[in-house]
């Protein structure tokens, strides 16, 4: 009688590619329904792509250690979480930039009104906002993909930590026989 025991090596391991994308998928329906919503300039609303950016971060981790069969460390984790960080950071800044150039160009415009009531609330001159406008309007978009790349990636380092702490670890040595 033949017995299906799976080996850990042949055990399907969803990869952080497939994760990060399940994750970037999610957060551009949630800007998606944002930019429709008219509530593109919610800061409060924004601020939830992160949590999901967190939660889905965690669950990869978690689920990776359970595929695993919990033969995993605290660094194998830690490293397929930051691994779903960088697939989820560069789908989401080319999401980003092609936003804001072709499909929803207004939403410069929504941010340029956003931040002239912003300087008008510190009471400048109009030469001076102009100029601040200008320069918005010039870096706007290479401002958005660094503060990306520079907020998903702590906040993806954060999460993995947290993924990698909180998954259940067993980690066996090359010599140990299962049984």
Known sequence: METNVTTPSETKVTTPVVKGVIISLILIVFGIAIYFAGQS???????????IIVG???????SYANQMNNNVTFGNV?????KITAVVTIITIIYTIIALKFLFPDMIDMILDTTREELAKNKMSDEQEESALSMT?????????GGILFM??????ISSL???AAAKKNPQGPF????
Not at 56 to 62: T, V
Not at 137 to 145: E, M, S, Y
């Open 78 to 82: 830690f490293a397929h979480g930051f």
């Open 41 to 51: 300039t919610n800061k409060g609303l924004s601020a939830v792509q992160y949590i």
């Open 152 to 157: 998903f990636m702590i906040v993806g380092c």
């Open 162 to 164: 947290i993924g990698a």
């Open 56 to 62: 889905g971060i965690i669950w990869g981790c978690i």
């Open 137 to 145: 309007r010039k870096f706007l978009v290479p401002f958005a993909a």
């Open 176 to 179: 140990v026989q299962q049984g």
